[in-house]
């Protein structure tokens, strides 16, 4: 595809400008690293005090609000797994964040 370079870099940013809004407050304890038995690579694990954060942006064409509530669905289900086993690991609350953007900007 000819727009897939550019599918990446919007994604990319969108997870910049996470990381660096997150940066202040949270610790990054990865960021788009194969994690666990899963070979799933969240965009960024976040850790804040007892509370672990898996964050994973979706950019879906928002031509309707069940696309936004799809795409949040699937990111949960994904990561599920993953969240259990990094709340047993560190002996915290983890939650999954699916940070969804639509493609054309909502």
């Known amino acids: 595809m000819r727009y897939?370079?550019?599918y990446m870099a919007r994604h990319n940013a969108i997870v910049a400008r996470i990381k660096k809004a997150a940066s202040t407050k949270f610790e990054v304890l990865s960021?788009?690293?194969?994690?666990?038995n899963h070979c799933l690579r969240p965009?960024?694990?976040l850790?804040?005090?007892?509370?672990?954060?898996?964050?994973?942006v979706s950019v879906p064409f928002d031509n309707?609000?069940?696309?936004?509530?799809?795409?949040a669905a699937e990111k949960k289900g994904k990561y599920e797994q993953l969240r259990a086993e990094l709340a047993a690991l560190h002996g915290c609350e983890a939650t999954v964040?699916?940070?969804?953007?639509g493609a054309l900007g909502s």
Do not use: M, S, W, Y
């Open 31 to 36: 960021e788009n690293q194969v994690l666990g």
């Open 43 to 45: 965009d960024l694990v």
């Open 64 to 71: 309707r609000l069940a696309a936004f509530e799809t795409a």
């Open 97 to 101: 964040v699916p940070f969804i953007v």
């Open 4 to 6: 897939t370079a550019l």
């Open 47 to 56: 850790k804040n005090g007892p509370n672990i954060f898996v964050v994973d």
